[in-house]
């Protein structure tokens, strides 16, 4: 279990959010307490542990094993389940305001679910477009029509959910200070090199080491970018983004490119390769590549075990190849 101290109007959001919500890829609220002493109230939430600490952790090499590329797209699948029971599957809507890698948290299995429900908001009532609001939540993850106007749509959160895949692909903060100036937006750093996909890899987290499917990597560029656009109307509702999110691990795994994602890059950027922007060793991509079946494998198994709907025949061609 862990405990939060906070502010007393985040509490009583996040003790009531967490009273009413129910989802496997929310997080439990165990108990909650708040006592009156001579330091003023104290109040206190305790949550249900999860072992695997944040995605903020993984992607800043804070916990020693990196992240395979199978397990990234699991978990973005995970949060994007819990925003989209948050949109779109409770008598009321409700919009997080506060979508990090820091406020996704892994359980034993490496299940993902959002936790910090203390900025939440209700969305508008039927027939209204948005809730104004004031502005609240975290630099280089708020939308930018909610910054300017303080108008609130669930829409909001798809964007920080579009900044929060780009974290994912690149291992890198959505804003860091501590990078040459030109690289310290996660945004405008990764512009020129999504919009023809043969340069994707030079955006890719280094951790990965090379081992992701090309295919399956531009693919995730892509849906981010629907996540990213600047009219919140054009960005699809969390519920798509989980349907497209379900298809790509399901193509990833079935996909003959899986593995051999070095190969390809090599072929097409000769150059980078003798700069060193991709360490190409063969030995490591055999291995790497037993790892990442392995990694299919787990996903598979832990899917079925938490979903218990997946066809373990769809999966079946990619584990016979090991
Ligand atoms: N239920 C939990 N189980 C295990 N670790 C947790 C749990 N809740 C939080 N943590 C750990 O504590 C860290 C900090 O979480 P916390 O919510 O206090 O701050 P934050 O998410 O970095 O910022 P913010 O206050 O804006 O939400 C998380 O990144 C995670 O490592
Ligand atoms: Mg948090």
Redesign the pocket.
Known sequence: ??C?I?GHKEWITEVNCLGVVKHPNL?KLVGYCAEDDERGIQRLLV?????N??L??HLLA?VPQPLSWTMRLKIAHDAARGLAYLHEEMDFQLIFR?F????I?LDEDFNAKL??F?LARQGPSEGLGHVSTSVVG?VGYAAPEYVQTGRLTAKSDVWSFGVVLYELITGRRSVDRNLPKNEQKLLEWVKPYVSGSKRIHVIMDPQLEGQYCRVSAQKLVSLANKCLMKQPKSRPKMSEVVEMLGQLISETTLSSDCGVSQSVEEAESGKEKEEGVLDTDSTKQGSSYRRMVFDFKEMISSRNRSVGRLDWRNWAPVVRTW
């Open positions: 279990m862990v939060s906070q997080v949550y249900e542990l999860m072992p600490k944040s903020e952790d804070r506060d990090k890698t820091s406020n948290l936790s910090d203390g975290t």
